[in-house]
T-cell receptor, first 116, second 116 residues
Framework: AQSVTQLDSQVPVFEEAPVELRCNYS??????LFWYVQYPNQGLQLLLK??????LVKGINGFEAEFNKSQTSFHLRKPSVHISDTAEYFC??????????????FGKGTLLTVNP | EAQVTQNPRYLITVTGKKLTVTCSQN?????MSWYRQDPGLGLRQIYY???????DKGDVPEGYKVSRKEKRNFPLILESPSPNQTSLYFC???????????????FGPGTRLTVL
């Protein structure tokens, strides 16, 4: 079984400031890791994913995330945010094998609010 | 255009009145799933289907039914809705690979259900 903890439920920042949204996971098997974004009144959109290889993953809209296996973390970062980045962000994990390799487990979400 | 569609997008109903939320995908995906999203709880899986006529319970299946008679459709049925089923519902789909599923799930736009 897997679990995901998003350490901040809300993150307010000013426009053009850097931001980090934190995500920690636990799992008894190797995992795939994802970040999804949900803009107001919309569905979920894949932002980026870590499957294997380089631990630094780049996604859409200038976001990137770093997989840290020893700390079981997958934090999302952006060096300079825009008003349009205001959204809810979900970290998710899925097992690579065994009975959990179909199940996507989500964190509770982090609401990023970018202020002018 | 590749997409997952849900209908209706918004629904207000009363306790006990049976309803069905439809989900359809045009990507020939084997795997389909339903999630509910509640504030502070993230997304939780209700039911999933690995292929036609194959369905199984997720984390919160109580009060819901599903069917998978065709590959493209995966309706969610609430036989006797109650106020605690007021939520935002998402359908998702993915290719199946071996015993698991492909890494990326595609989400529908969501159905906001209110049960009075």
């Amino acid at each position: 079984a897997q679990s995901v903890t998003q350490l901040d439920s809300q993150v307010p920042v000013f426009e053009e400031a850097p931001v980090e949204l934190r995500c920690n996971y636990s799992s008894s098997v190797s995992v795939y890791l994802f970040w999804y974004v949900q803009y107001p009144n919309q569905g979920l959109q894949l932002l980026l994913k870590y499957l294997s290889g380089s631990t630094l993953v780049k996604g859409i809209n200038g976001f990137e995330a770093e997989f840290n296996k020893s700390q079981t973390s997958f934090h999302l970062r952006k060096p300079s945010v825009h008003i349009s980045d205001t959204a809810e962000y979900f970290c998710a994990v899925r097992g690579r094998s065994g009975g959990s390799n179909y199940k996507l487990t989500f964190g509770k979400g982090t609401l990023l609010t970018v202020n002018p | 255009e590749a997409q997952v569609t849900q209908n209706p997008r918004y629904l207000i109903t009363v306790t006990g009145k049976k309803l069905t939320v439809t989900c359809s995908q045009n990507m020939n995906h084997e795997y389909m799933s339903w999630y509910r999203q509640d504030p502070g709880l993230g997304l939780r899986q209700i039911y999933y289907s690995m292929n036609v006529e194959v369905t199984d319970k997720g984390d919160v299946p109580e009060g819901y039914k599903v069917s998978r008679k065709e590959k493209r459709n995966f309706p969610l049925i609430l036989e006797s809705p109650s106020p605690n089923q007021t939520s935002l519902y998402f359908c998702a789909s993915s290719f199946r690979i071996g015993q698991g599923i492909a890494d990326t799930q595609y989400f529908g736009p969501g159905t906001r259900l209110t049960v009075l």
